[in-house]
């Protein structure tokens, strides 16, 4: 009972489409009679907001168990995908689909999964028979998704116990219809699970110092910085859908889907370590701005992206010179690791953003 109260006065009444009340105009079918039509607006003026109480009520206590569906993705993590997918099983919370997709691995993964599923035959088992990458194995396992929210994990991080009940209770605190991701905190661990340091760093009570993170916008995520953290986060699978997924031209999915996320929507922080990250020197974030092959694919994706926001948004100058900071970055580091081509890729970039910043009305 104390819940349905709690309930009660989270209620917005101007939030209730308006097809669930169009029942009660109080405009429809009102005699011309001036008595009646006072008696009949009377009775309106209080069946009307109760319905609307009714239909809040309902439609709250309705998502307050909504599926989530935890996409587990693995490439050659052998070692660490069977503690990955218990941490997912060990959640507090226990409405979750679980989808592993194994992106043709070359080591014992798949085998390994295999033997582990045989007594989780509920668990959904994706495997790719070639290797297609993080954004078109993600999007591929996402179409098969029934889950009302999303989760990205890789096979070698790990989710803490309350994880996904944190994240709901923070989606449905929100304004779901204009919420795309909540994300939290993180452990940095080694490969044998040992504590390394907070992701973002943290005061003597665990809680963040940079306040910034409870105000993430589009500025302060082109800027650069520390400002994201996609192990960390939860993904409204509606507008994950409305985005057409993660981009599959692009090696990398996080910093892309968050911009497209930003430019319509909001994304929540919350200040609670949540999930542990693997610190490995194979992860992707390892990779950025060396000199090899996986380094230059992400060189690559993040000149794409460049061009992506500089044309989207070629007539805002706030947004122009966001994007700069974050092209200067890049530009210093490529110089550092002598990948002149990609000084030269970045270069141009920067004189289109000056071109732009100048004309910009």
């Known amino acids: 009972m104390n819940n349905r109260f709690h ?3 989270q209620i917005n009444l101007h939030q209730i489409p308006i097809h669930e009340t169009k029942k009660f105009d109080s405009k429809r079918h009102v005699p011309n009679h001036p008595i009646l039509k006072y008696k009949q607006q009377l009775l309106f003026s209080f069946f009307y907001p109760m319905k609307k109480v009714y239909i809040c009520l309902r439609n709250k206590l309705m998502n307050q168990n909504p599926l989530v569906t935890v996409i587990c993705t693995c490439f050659n993590h052998q070692n660490f995908v069977i503690e990955t997918i218990e941490s997912v099983l060990n959640q507090s919370y226990s409405n979750i689909e679980i989808i592993i997709v194994d992106d043709c691995s070359s080591d014992d993964s798949i085998s390994i999964i295999s033997r582990f599923l045989e007594k989780h035959p509920e668990i959904k088992f994706i495997q790719n028979q070639q290797n297609l990458g993080n954004t078109k194995t993600f999007n591929k396992a996402a179409k098969q998704a029934n889950g009302s929210f999303l989760i990205d994990l ?3 991080d790990i989710l803490l116990p309350n994880c996904i009940s944190i994240q709901v209770e923070s989606f449905l605190k929100s304004n ?11 452990e940095y661990i080694d490969e044998n699970g040992n504590y390394l340091s907070d992701y973002f760093i943290t005061d003597l009570n665990k809680k963040v110092i940079d306040k910034k993170l409870f105000t993430t916008n589009l500025i302060q995520l082109l800027e650069g910085g520390l400002v994201m953290n996609s192990v960390s986060a939860m993904i409204n699978k509606s507008i994950f859908d409305e985005l057409n997924g993660y981009d599959e031209t692009l090696a990398f999915e996080d910093l892309d889907f ?3 996320v930003l430019e319509k929507y909001q994304i929540e ?4 370590i949540i999930t542990q990250k693997r610190d490995l020197k194979s992860s992707l974030g390892n990779q950025f701005f060396k000199n090899n092959e996986t380094a230059n694919k992400i060189d690559s994706s993040m000149n794409v ?3 992506k926001v500089i044309k989207k948004h070629k007539k805002d100058k706030i947004v122009l010179k966001a994007v700069l900071k974050r092209i200067h970055y890049c530009i210093d580091n490529s110089i550092k690791n002598k990948k002149f081509r990609f000084v030269f890729l970045y270069g141009i970039q920067k004189l289109k953003v000056h071109y732009f910043v100048l004309f910009a009305k």
């Open 305 to 307: 992206i460049f061009s």
């Open 269 to 272: 922080f919350i200040d609670e």
């Open 176 to 186: 779901i219809i204009s919420t795309g991701i909540v994300f939290g905190n993180s």
């Open 154 to 156: 890789a096979c070698d």
């Open 7 to 9: 309930l009660l006065k």
């Open 258 to 260: 968050w911009i497209r």
